[in-house]
T-cell receptor, first 114, second 117 residues
Framework: KNQVEQSPQSLIILEGKNCTLQ??????????LRWYKQDTGRGPVSLTI?????NTKSNGRYTATLDADTKQSSLHITASQLSDSASYIC?????????????FGRGTQLTVWP | EADIYQTPRYLVIGTGKKITLECSQT?????MYWYQQDPGMELHLIHY???????EKGDLSSESTVSRIRTEHFPLTLESARPSHTSQYLC????????????????FGPGTRLTVL
């Protein structure tokens, strides 16, 4: 069964600190993995997308890693800001269908305190 | 910032009412999607469309229906709303061509939060 599991479920950090969010998946055949940021009451916004051959990708203070062998990904946030408070969702796409089905994790709810 | 819009943003309605959630995109994307999301849970695909006059049901069974008469418009309708329909509804679109198509990059609207009393 294709699944995406994220940890931790929630995380509280102080402003300026770093944090790392984890994602494990069983989706096969794998096409790509992306991290989305979803602010409360808003739609998800893409942060990074990685294919099988990419093992790291950065977008400003966000750095995602991918280990396709172990089927794990992480999202590292450096020097956190209050505006980073949001849900971070790991999404994996398969390449076994025309639709390019997306499999969503439940997200990690990050809260940044001043 | 993706050009995809949803209205209304918030809707509180009584049981038994018919409602239509609007979704429009100005990017000319062929593929459009409707997802349902409950708090703390993953997004579930309830409908999708490959293009005009194409609609399919998604993974999650839903009593809603959709139509795709124009490329830019993908409304979702509930004929008789019930409290179990209370949820957040997210619309998304993706192109069939271009650099985003190979990733199936989906662009999401802001969502409609529906509450059925």
């Amino acid at each position: 069964k294709n699944q995406v599991e994220q940890s931790p479920q929630s995380l509280i950090i102080l402003e300026g600190k770093n944090c790392t969010l984890q994602c494990n998946y069983t989706v096969s055949p794998f096409s790509n993995l992306r991290w989305y940021k979803q602010d409360t009451g808003r739609g998800p916004v893409s942060l990074t997308i990685m294919t099988f051959s990419e093992n790291t990708k950065s977008n400003g203070r966000y750095t995602a890693t991918l280990d396709a062998d172990t089927k794990q990904s992480s999202l590292h946030i450096t020097a956190s800001q209050l505006s980073d408070s949001a849900s971070y969702i790991c999404v994996v796409s398969d390449r076994g269908s025309t639709l390019g089905r997306l499999y969503f994790g439940r997200g990690t709810q990050l809260t940044v305190w001043p | 910032e993706a050009d995809i819009y949803q209205t209304p943003r918030y809707l509180v309605i009584g049981t038994g009412k018919k409602i239509t959630l609007e979704c429009s995109q100005t990017m000319g994307h062929d593929k459009m999607y409707w997802y349902q999301q409950d708090p703390g849970m993953e997004l579930h695909l309830i409908h999708y469309s490959y293009g005009v006059n194409s609609t399919e049901k998604g993974d999650l069974s839903s009593e809603s229906t959709v139509s795709r008469i124009r490329t830019e418009h993908f409304p979702l309708t509930l004929e008789s709303a019930r409290p179990s329909h209370t949820s957040q509804y997210l619309c998304a679109s993706s192109p069939s061509q271009g650099r985003h198509s190979s990733y199936n990059e989906q662009f999401f609207g802001p969502g409609t939060r529906l509450t059925v009393l």
